[in-house]
């Protein structure tokens, strides 16, 4: 079982640049495939952007594509999220979340551990 402490978001304009980590414990990081969600005031968590246990793969949702970027250190027990160019629209609570399987996924039932999310607000 792993335990998942998101850091890194804050207040930017629109345009800057932000970079989220998520910092894992209490289970082999290494076997468990990663990925970000965000959830905005009023409306429903959806997928960001995830990584297999490897690194060697990632997908992302069509609103971050060229835009985000997910990482992981499995020495570091960490995943990160590079989010440039931002956005007022990419304004909300980032969470990061483990599922323990070799392969990425993009749907919010596949993962079954969860940080405390971090908030992210871009706005003039």
């Known amino acids: 079982q792993v335990q998942l402490v998101e850091s890194g978001g804050g207040l930017v304009q629109p345009g800057d640049s932000l970079r989220l980590s998520c910092v894992a414990s209490g289970g082999a990081f290494w076997n468990y495939a990663m990925g970000w969600f965000r959830q905005s005031q009023g409306e429903a968590r959806e997928f960001v952007a995830a990584i297999n246990y490897g690194g060697a793969m990632t997908t992302y949702a069509d609103s971050v594509k060229g835009r985000f970027t997910i990482s992981r250190s499995n020495t570091k027990k960490t995943v990160y999220l590079q989010m440039n160019s931002l956005k007022p629209e990419d304004t909300g609570v980032y969470y990061c979340?483990?599922?323990?399987?070799?392969?990425?996924?993009?749907?919010?039932?596949?993962?079954?551990?969860w940080g405390q999310g971090t908030q992210v607000t871009v706005s003039s």
């Open positions: 979340a483990g599922r323990y399987h070799s392969n990425l996924a993009t749907e919010e039932h596949r993962y079954s551990y």
